[in-house]
């Protein structure tokens, strides 16, 4: 999937807030009769709060998220007027706790109403110039439409009826008859061909014309080729793949790609972070990695660190990193929980506090694994996902396995098939709710799991 302008415009709309900010702090500061230069360090670290607030609420609301289908006016002057309200509160509790610099409040006021309006006039402005842009062939995404009838060429008469949205049609694909050959772009394997290019952005799947064999394909094929499938139909209901409507015109249309799909650009500052938390937490934890190595080697004979095989994201198998916490020479399989008798005194602790995880913050760093995301698998949890929940177990190898997930948080270690299957349903949840904040929500409940020794 190639990324769209949106995301590239993202970085320039914060600076363009920013400077919106800083243009309308000097427009507080002259209508209530002072100026920058008076008091200067107290406005500078004002405006340097004030600065820091917006990018929290940016992070908070995201409001320079948008799709191509609601990219309108009134949408983003709507989400600009909660965050100015969010970032206003911020503001106010900014400006009490610095009441000793004696700061005017109408400074703060203005500063706000001068925000939201000229935010709200560039916003307009931009939406105005992108649809004009991409109205005249700029900027567009590929589509085609799988199965030729009524529903499906309505979906076609919209994208024609508005360019503004940069949809470009790429063919009709069905089985060829004289009534349609006349407009279709080739058969379902000229179709395959065609996906394979990776010129393709999304695949519209019309119902009935879809079989169940083909939909299946299509979808499957999609977490390679990176292109969204949306399925067309004539009733406003579905099932599975966590399902999102929306309309084109009167049409209801089904997405059925996994939300990780739509924002697969938060990877980029995803695999950033990974690699800022896990160096720190090597460097500054280096003193606590050699003492609990050298409690390991103290307590039971062996070496320190412990590696196996594990599946990672498409599949691929990597060595993961452990703090050694079973007796040498101990069956490898599933736990038995507390009580079982391979794991040493030492490792128990290690266990119930999630320390014998860190080495794995190498791994993070090496790209096998993120700070966040589904536990990593061992063969035997793969041969028993293949057999029992093979859909599963395609969608979960979609991202990279992560030190902690929402299944180690609410289930932990899983000493069971179906403890295996019960933990993966948690952790399919994660494919949906991927974002920074979520990861840094998971982060603290590891570390309280970690403090309270609640660990399994």
């Keep these: 999937m190639r990324h769209s302008l949106p995301f590239f415009l993202r970085p320039f709309q914060f600076l363009f807030d920013l400077i919106t900010l800083s243009f309308s702090f000097e427009m507080g500061l002259i209508l209530v009769n002072s100026s920058f230069s008076n008091q200067y360090q107290q406005n500078l670290f004002l405006f340097f709060l004030l600065s820091l607030s917006w990018g929290l609420v940016v992070g908070l609301l995201r409001p320079y998220r948008h799709t191509r289908l609601k990219f309108h006016v009134f949408t983003l002057i709507y989400r600009h007027l909660m965050s100015v309200l ?55 995404l590929n589509y085609v439409i ?45 179709l395959n061909q065609i996906l394979d290019t990776n010129q393709i952005d999304t695949v519209y799947c019309c119902i009935p014309r879809v079989g169940h064999p083909l939909l299946k394909n299509i979808i499957e094929q999609s977490n390679n080729a990176s292109y969204k499938v949306k399925l067309v139909v004539d009733f406003a ?75 990672g994201q498409w ?11 079973m007796y040498v020479g101990a069956r490898l399989g599933h736990s038995e929980g507390t009580l079982d008798k391979r794991i040493t005194p030492w490792g128990r602790f290690l266990r119930k506090t999630r320390l014998d ?3 794995q913050f190498y791994n993070v760093l090496r790209g096998d694994m993120s700070v966040v995301g589904p536990r990593p698998l061992a063969d035997y949890d793969v041969k028993t996902l293949m057999d029992e929940s093979p859909d599963d177990f395609k969608l979960i190898l979609s991202v990279k396995p992560g030190i902690t997930s929402i299944g180690q948080v609410k289930f932990g270690y899983a000493g069971s098939p179906t403890e295996i ?30 403090i309270k020794k609640q660990g399994k």
Excluded at 104 to 124: E, I, K
């Design 146 to 190: 799988v199965g030729y009838n009524d529903t499906s060429q309505r979906i076609k008469r919209f994208y024609d009826q508005h360019p503004e949205f940069g949809y470009k049609f790429y063919g009709y694909f069905d089985e060829i008859t004289p009534q349609n050959k006349k407009v279709i772009r080739g058969q379902y394997e000229v």
């Design 357 to 359: 995880e860190l080495p």
């Design 315 to 325: 599949g691929k198998k990597f060595k993961i990193y452990k703090f050694r916490s």
């Design 237 to 311: 209901f579905f099932f599975s793949q966590a399902p999102s409507l929306e309309f084109h015109g009167i049409t209801p249309v089904i997405s059925l790609s996994s939300e990780f799909l739509d924002y697969s650009k938060e990877y980029i500052s995803k695999r950033l972070f990974d690699v800022i938390f896990s160096s720190s937490i090597l460097l500054l934890g280096s003193p606590i990695f050699i003492l609990l190595g050298l409690i390991t080697k103290i307590t039971s004979r062996g070496p320190i660190i412990f590696s196996q095989d594990r599946t």
């Design 86 to 140: 969010l970032f206003s509160a911020f503001g106010i509790f900014i400006w009490m706790l610095l009441q000793d610099f004696h700061l005017p409040r109408l400074q703060l006021f203005y500063t706000f109403l001068f925000f939201w309006f000229f935010g709200c006039v560039w916003r307009t402005a931009a939406v105005v110039l992108l649809k004009i842009y991409r109205a005249n062939g700029n900027n567009t």
């Design 421 to 450: 299957k019960q933990r993966l349903r948690y952790d399919l949840l994660y494919l949906n709710k991927i974002s920074f904040f979520f990861d840094m929500w998971l982060i603290m409940k590891t570390m309280v799991i970690m």
